[in-house]
């Protein structure tokens, strides 16, 4: 067996980062160890106080995924050490702000890098200021940076330094329409809605008013309406124009998945064989992507903790009206389990390691 991969994992305590260990854990390639942030940085969890703490801390991760992230904990290094230790790849679940720094800093010391965060998932400066409302510090990387959703990518991520995992939401709804507008099945002169609903851990592991108990439980609510920076992603990946897409984010009381379902006109002189042939060109050797027959959709309990994709469509006629029902788990396909795939493909492996 070849020398495994050493890999470094930045923000490994939030709900991503956590999913992250625990697939690196499994993964027979890596050797994965955690980058401690010096301890002023605003984006620092914070640590639990005492025994008591450290179990509630533990029954909620238990709680979220089907098992803890076990084992013992991963060798810890300091950013300094880290950028002298001569690692493969460092993995960054770090906020925007976190990520524009420490991104360039490991791409000087020769370390390809993954990208959790908004950082440099989009090519247009301007796109960027639009959606992050700030000047992107390092632009001369967005013409660089790989927009990493694995199946899309194509044969770039095998040389690429700098990979832009796509946002949750972003990565359902691309692989859902990216295929359709390529192949031309989506009407240009009608609205594309999509109307998207997603886990609590969606928000993040920060506590706030929107995401306790109880204005969660026994509740369903719309956030990031009209204004959601995932669509600035969603409009570059599928080249649609922002007039002609709607899309509402809203949060379901469950803790995690995304199911979008999308709502279009065909175009003239397209059918539904020719979205399922636009799917079997897109996804024709795709693991992680499962197509339903027409009529068939997923729901949110076949993909949660799973690194896979589920797409079902229909039409209806007259009209030439379509639908299409994505789903997701947002800690995984959405979020670190596509890192990890990203990872294989960059390092030449088989796409599944430690995935399935």
Do not use: W
């Amino acid at each position: 067996m070849t020398e495994a991969i050493r890999v470094g994992v930045v923000g490994h305590t939030g709900y991503t980062g956590e999913e992250l260990v625990a697939l690196l854990r499994r993964h027979r390639r890596v050797s994965a160890m955690a980058i401690a942030l010096p301890s002023s940085r605003p984006d620092r969890a914070a640590a639990p106080a005492g025994d008591f703490d450290r179990k509630a801390l533990a029954d909620a991760r238990r709680a979220l995924r089907q098992s803890d992230t076990g084992g013992a904990e991963l060798p810890t290094l300091s950013l300094a050490q880290a950028e002298g230790a001569g690692l493969g790849a460092v993995i960054l679940a770090t906020p925007v702000e976190s990520s524009l720094e420490l991104a360039p800093r490991f791409l000087a010391c020769g370390v390809r890098v993954i990208d959790l965060s908004g950082a440099f998932r989009l090519a247009d400066p301007a796109a960027f200021l639009a959606a992050y409302g700030a000047e992107h510090p390092h632009p001369e990387l967005l013409g660089t940076a790989v927009y990493g959703l694995s199946e899309l990518a194509g044969p770039l991520m095998q040389t690429a330094r700098l990979v832009a995992n796509p946002g949750c939401h972003a990565s359902a709804i691309c692989l859902a329409l990216a295929p359709l507008c390529s192949a031309g099945v989506i009407a240009r002169d009608a609205t594309v809605v999509c109307d998207a609903k997603t886990g609590v851990s969606g928000a993040g592991k920060k506590a706030t008013a929107a995401t306790h108990f109880c204005a969660v439980s026994d509740n369903f609510s719309v956030y990031g309406a009209m204004g959601h920076r995932h669509v600035a992603e969603i409009l570059q990946m599928t080249g649609l124009a922002e007039s002609q897409v709607t899309f509402m984010a809203q949060m379901l009381p469950v803790r995690r998945g995304i199911l979008s379902t999308i709502y279009f006109n065909l175009a003239v002189g397209k059918a539904d064989s020719d979205m399922r042939a636009a799917y079997d060109a897109a996804y024709p050797h795709s693991p992680f992507i499962d197509l339903y027959p027409r009529g068939s959709f997923p729901n949110l309990e076949s993909v949660v903790h799973r690194n896979v994709c589920r797409i079902g469509y229909d039409t209806a006629e007259p009209g030439r009206r379509a639908v299409v029902v994505v789903a997701l788990d947002n800690l995984v396909k959405g979020a670190a389990g596509q890192a990890v795939q990203n990872l294989n493909l960059m390092f030449g492996l088989d796409e599944t390691e430690g995935l399935l």
